[in-house]
Antibody
Framework: EVQLLESGGGLVQPGGSLRLSCAAS????????MSWVRQAPGKGLEWVSS???????LYAASVKGRFTISRDSSKNTLYLEMNSLRAEDTALYYC?????????????WGQGTSVTVSS | QSALTQPASVSGSPGQSITISCTGT?????????VSWYQQHPGKAPKLMIY???NRPSGVSNRFSGSKSGNTASLTISGLQAEDEADYYC??????????FGGGTTLTVL
C-alpha cells in the first residue's frame, strides 16, 4: 500500500526552528518528486516546496530563505527544515507525492503534521 | 503569486451536473496544461481528482472531468451524489516555476 507518514510537528516559539519528516512506503521513492503543502486552520491549501527525484528544490516566495526541503532515498524519507518561524507558518503540513513531473499534480497525501508558532 | 480565483460555493441536487471554475492568468492557468483539481472532505487529506487539465488518476470516477479555455479551467461533476459534498481546490504550475492553488470552493449537495 502506498503510504506517507508525516512527523515532527509541534509548538514552537516565533523565530524558532522545526524539522518535519515524511516516511514513504509502497512505491519507488527516488523516482518521484515530492512536495510539502500546508493548510492554516480554516483556510485553503498553500504550496510550500517541492523537490524532484534528482534533488532539485523549489520554494514558495513566502518560505524561500527560511525553509529547506531535502530527501534521503536510502531512508525513503522527505524532510522540511523550517527556520525563523512566524505565526503565519502555523498550519497543518502535508507531505505529497507527485503523480508525474514535479508540479503537475499530487496523487498521494499523508494525514499531515500540525505546526503551531506561538509564544 | 496571487491565488487562483474560484467561487466560494456552488450547489446542486443529486443527479444534476455542476461546474466549478478556476481563473488565473496567462502566467499560470493560461500558459500551461498543468492544472490539477483536489477534493477535500472535512478533516481529511486532499484527494487528486484531475491532473494535466483533464486526466483522471486511476480510481477516480468518470463523473469528474476537467477542461480549460484561455485563463480559466473548469471541473465538472456529473450525476451529483451526496458523497461529492466537499471542498474543491484547483492548482496550476506557474511561469515562476512554482505552484499556486485556488482559494477553494465548497460544494453543497442539496
Amino acid at each position: 500500500e502506498v503510504q506517507l507518514l508525516e512527523s515532527g510537528g509541534g509548538l514552537v516559539q516565533p523565530g524558532g526552528s522545526l524539522r518535519l519528516s515524511c516516511a514513504a512506503s509502497g512505491f519507488t521513492f527516488s523516482s518521484y518528486a515530492m512536495s510539502w503543502v500546508r493548510q492554516a486552520p480554516g483556510k485553503g491549501l498553500e504550496w510550500v516546496s517541492s523537490i524532484s527525484g534528482s534533488g532539485g528544490a523549489l520554494y514558495a516566495a513566502s518560505v524561500k530563505g527560511r525553509f529547506t526541503i531535502s530527501r534521503d532515498s536510502s531512508k525513503n524519507t522527505l524532510y522540511l527544515e523550517m527556520n525563523s518561524l512566524r505565526a503565519e507558518d502555523t498550519a497543518l503540513y502535508y507531505c505529497a507525492k507527485s503523480v508525474v513531473g514535479t508540479l503537475r499534480g499530487m496523487d498521494v497525501w499523508g494525514q499531515g503534521t500540525s505546526v503551531t508558532v506561538s509564544s | 503569486q496571487s491565488a487562483l480565483t474560484q467561487p466560494a460555493s456552488v450547489s446542486g441536487s443529486p443527479g444534476q451536473s455542476i461546474t466549478i471554475s478556476c481563473t488565473g492568468t496567462s502566467s499560470d492557468v493560461g500558459g500551461y496544461n498543468y492544472v490539477s483539481w483536489y477534493q477535500q472532505h472535512p478533516g481529511k487529506a486532499p484527494k487528486l481528482m484531475i491532473y494535466d487539465v483533464s486526466n483522471r488518476p486511476s480510481g477516480v470516477s468518470n463523473r469528474f472531468s476537467g477542461s480549460k479555455s484561455g485563463n480559466t479551467a473548469s471541473l465538472t461533476i456529473s450525476g451529483l451524489q451526496a458523497e461529492d459534498e466537499a471542498d474543491y481546490y484547483c492548482s496550476s504550475y506557474t511561469s515562476k516555476n512554482t505552484l499556486v492553488f485556488g482559494g477553494g470552493t465548497t460544494l453543497t449537495v442539496l
